[in-house]
């Protein structure tokens, strides 16, 4: 399991990350708003906060005044600490999906004098984690009530390309499932029966993907860029865990072969795209 979550050291893969980010920060930004409106001396728990970035873009504002990021690789979290700690900033190491990982929160939670949390923010985690139904369930009791969860998770279901002659977006979707590094990439759209299955109220679905028009090349060229870039490398990385599997080292040679083809279409001047992305609120 550790070699899965390493990948999320490794500089190119924060490089990723900060576009990523940059690019995700419009498309998010309303749904916080709403839940950040009226909010004051809020206190904000962020699972899997990688080194920081994301947390301080999505709560920086002052109607928050305490953040606790919570990251399972220590450098992160010590990253996170020197680039963003103190302050209403603070950034620990923790598995979210250990057994010890309440009574941690319990006492990081005593030193700041928060009760509960009025934001629970997972995103980007929960296709990673062994059984993600268990977190959402467990950390609603660290959620005041009235309190909200945001979740922002992929979900290739919801992923096109028009037109695509070739079928190159269903082929590299079924390569992107087969990668193990990349997590359970058609976990977004059960987040919100997951959510109601543990009890939380309200739960809405902002957004199911993310598109591109013909017109905007410059928007299809970031989109490629963050939804398939990491592709080849994790196949290559992949290949290097397990020499003996014939079906990796296939889908390798495939993606080098085709790449360029698909980022050609992807990006060409009447190709309409999406990619699944989906964003949900649930309130305790
Ligand atoms: C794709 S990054 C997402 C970062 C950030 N949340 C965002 O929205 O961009 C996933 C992060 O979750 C962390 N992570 C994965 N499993 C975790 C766990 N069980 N406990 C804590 N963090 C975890 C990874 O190490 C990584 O930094």
């Given at each position: 399991?550790?070699?899965?979550?390493?990948?999320?050291?490794q500089?190119?893969?924060?490089?990723?990350?900060?576009?990523?980010?940059?690019?995700?920060?419009?498309?998010?930004?309303?749904?916080?708003?709403r839940?950040?409106?009226?909010?004051?001396?809020?206190?904000?728990?962020?699972i899997?906060?990688?080194?920081?970035?994301?947390?301080?873009?999505?709560?920086?504002?002052?109607?928050?005044?305490?953040?606790?990021?919570?990251?399972?690789?220590?450098?992160?979290?010590?990253?996170?600490?020197?680039?963003?700690?103190?302050?209403?900033?603070?950034?620990?190491?923790?598995?979210?999906?250990?057994?010890?990982?309440?009574?941690?929160?319990?006492?990081?939670?005593?030193?700041?004098?928060?009760?509960?949390?009025?934001?629970?923010?997972?995103?980007?985690?929960?296709?990673?984690?062994?059984?993600?139904?268990?977190?959402?369930?467990?950390?609603k009791?660290?959620?005041?009530?009235?309190?909200?969860?945001?979740?922002?998770?992929?979900?290739?279901?919801?992923?096109?390309?028009?037109?695509?002659?070739?079928?190159?977006?269903?082929?590299?979707?079924?390569?992107?499932?087969?990668?193990?590094?990349?997590?359970?990439r058609?976990?977004?759209?059960?987040?919100?029966?997951?959510?109601?299955?543990c009890?939380?109220?309200d739960?809405?679905?902002?957004?199911?993907?993310?598109?591109?028009?013909?017109?905007?090349?410059?928007?299809?060229?970031?989109?490629?860029?963050?939804?398939?870039?990491?592709?080849?490398?994790?196949?290559?990385?992949?290949?290097?865990?397990?020499p003996?599997?014939?079906?990796?080292?296939?889908?390798?040679?495939?993606?080098?072969?085709?790449?360029?083809?698909?980022?050609?279409?992807?990006?060409?001047?009447?190709?309409?795209?999406?990619?699944?992305?989906?964003?949900?609120?649930?309130?305790?």
């Open positions: 399991m550790d070699k899965i979550r390493d990948v999320y050291k500089e190119k893969e924060l490089l990723r990350l900060a576009m990523q980010q940059s690019f995700l920060k419009e498309e998010e930004e309303p749904i916080y708003n839940v950040l409106e009226g909010m004051e001396h809020g206190a904000v728990l962020d899997g906060c990688n080194d920081g970035t994301r947390t301080v873009d999505r709560f920086g504002t002052d109607r928050v005044s305490k953040v606790i990021g919570v990251e399972y690789h220590r450098e992160l979290a010590d990253r996170a600490n020197s680039n963003h700690g103190g302050g209403k900033f603070h950034f620990y190491q923790a598995d979210a999906e250990s057994s010890g990982f309440e009574d941690s929160l319990e006492n990081i939670m005593e030193i700041f004098g928060i009760e509960g949390f009025d934001i629970i923010n997972i995103s980007f985690v929960l296709m990673h984690l062994k059984d993600p139904g268990k977190l959402l369930s467990r950390m009791n660290f959620l005041k009530p009235g309190g909200t969860l945001t979740s922002v998770e992929t979900d290739d279901r919801f992923s096109r390309m028009l037109p695509d002659k070739e079928g190159r977006m269903k082929q590299f979707l079924e390569f992107c499932r087969k990668d193990m590094l990349s997590g359970r058609r976990l977004g759209g059960d987040v919100p029966d997951m959510l109601e299955l009890g939380y109220q739960v809405l679905v902002h957004s199911r993907c993310i598109s591109a028009s013909a017109s905007e090349k410059n928007r299809k060229e970031q989109m490629f860029e963050i939804a398939f870039s990491w592709l080849l490398e994790d196949f290559e990385q992949m290949c290097r865990i397990y003996e599997n014939q079906e990796y080292a296939r889908i390798k040679t495939e993606i080098a072969e085709n790449y360029e083809k698909f980022r050609i279409d992807f990006t060409e001047k009447s190709t309409e795209v999406s990619c699944g992305l989906v964003m949900v609120t649930g309130v305790r």
